[in-house]
């Protein structure tokens, strides 16, 4: 299996984030990569796709955001790492503000994901990262793996969030089905709902997304994840939700994985995005599941029963030093 990273992704040093009313260092560090690298490396760099697979699933202004921002906070004689602190909850819309407080406002969603120097750099070859792997199956495989740091899941089509600036695993899918796939399915395995690529796919139907994670009942992203959330228009019954309950242990995770698996089966896509979160791990610092390490193996293998050409787009998992071994075990479990 081709496996990806450039490094350039490790630039992007997010320095704190406001959590449970302080604020506290940033678990998403380039350490996580380290780790990763460390366990399945040497991996290769990927080519430069340029900004249309970008293009195709963002908004340009968002991107045209992203990219300027840093310089616009220091311009504005602003300190440490750009962050927003008003939202525009009631009557969105996009309102054309030259603020960069107003920007960070329109095009983000929470307080966990500053903006550095490097940000724009590191998510911009995560992405091309993305790209390769979809790539690698567009012309056969059946297995890629993208090292995507920072993450992408809870990105949408104009906002970053949850420690992600592009959707890496949206920019996959969008990139295959541009590529002639005529249905791609998304599993998200990550502990935290993928609400970025839910958003962007939910009234499509040649995009499916099936997601398992922590019950947003009582854990982030909190507003999207429920099991209600059934897709819209053309998309409708294309988006499934499995949320758990903390504690979720490896037996009863496979029970829900059984489901979201057979729902994929029956969909009977062309290709598989898997958004791989090694978060569920029982010992991460941020999550509340209970998933050992050997028994991602189980998860990777159920996964490669469903018989698809497969892109696995690295997600969360905050235990950086456990981090490499898990990702390693869930490929092996999945194999070639
Ligand atoms: N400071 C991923 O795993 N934490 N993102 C909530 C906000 C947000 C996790 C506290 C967790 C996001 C890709
Ligand atoms: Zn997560």
């Not at 990273?5 to 380039?30: C, I, S």
């Not at 059934?230 to 309950?245: D, I, S, Y």
């Not at 029970?255 to 009977?268: D, M, N, P, T, V």
Request: some cysteine; charged content about 20%; hydrophobic content about 40%.
């Amino acid at each position: 299996m081709k496996t990806y990273f450039d490094e350039r992704q490790r630039l992007h040093h997010p320095q704190r984030e406001m959590h449970n009313g302080d604020w506290t260092a940033h678990v998403e560090t380039h350490v996580r990569a380290d780790s990763i690298c460390a366990a399945i490396g040497p991996l290769d760099r990927p080519a430069d796709y340029g900004m249309a697979p970008l293009l195709a699933v963002h908004d340009a202004a968002y991107l045209e955001f992203l990219k300027t921002a840093f310089a616009e906070w220091r311009a504005a004689g602003r300190p440490g790492e750009a962050i927003g602190y008003s939202w525009p909850v009631v009557r969105r819309r996009p309102l054309d503000l030259d603020r960069i407080e107003a920007k960070l406002g329109r095009f983000s969603y929470d307080a966990g994901t500053p903006i550095g120097e490097e940000t724009w750099t590191s998510a911009y070859w995560a992405a091309q990262c993305a790209v390769a792997a979809a790539e690698d199956l567009h012309a056969g495989a059946r297995r890629a793996f993208a090292l995507c740091r920072p993450p992408g899941h809870h990105a949408g089509r104009d906002y970053l969030g949850g420690y992600c600036y592009l959707n890496n695993a949206a920019i996959a899918a969008e990139h295959l089905i541009r590529s002639g796939s005529r249905r791609v399915a998304v599993l998200d395995v990550d502990y935290h709902h993928g609400n970025g690529t839910q958003d962007i796919f939910y009234a499509r139907g040649d995009v499916g997304f099936v997601s398992l994670h922590g019950d947003p009942r009582t854990e982030y992203p909190f507003f999207w994840g429920h099991a209600d959330e059934r897709g819209e228009g053309g998309g409708t019954g294309a988006n499934l939700n499995l949320p758990l309950p903390r504690g979720t242990d490896a037996p009863r995770y496979l029970g829900a994985l059984e489901q979201g698996c057979a729902e994929i089966s029956r969909w009977e896509p062309d290709h598989l995005v898997v958004s791989f979160g090694a978060d569920t791990f029982a010992e991460d610092p941020i999550s509340n599941f209970a998933i050992r390490t050997p028994e991602f193996a189980a998860i990777g293998a159920r996964i490669a029963a469903l018989d698809l050409p497969t892109a696995v787009v690295m997600e969360g998992g905050y235990a950086s030093e456990a981090l490499g071994r898990n990702v390693a075990t869930f490929l092996n479990g999945l194999g070639e």
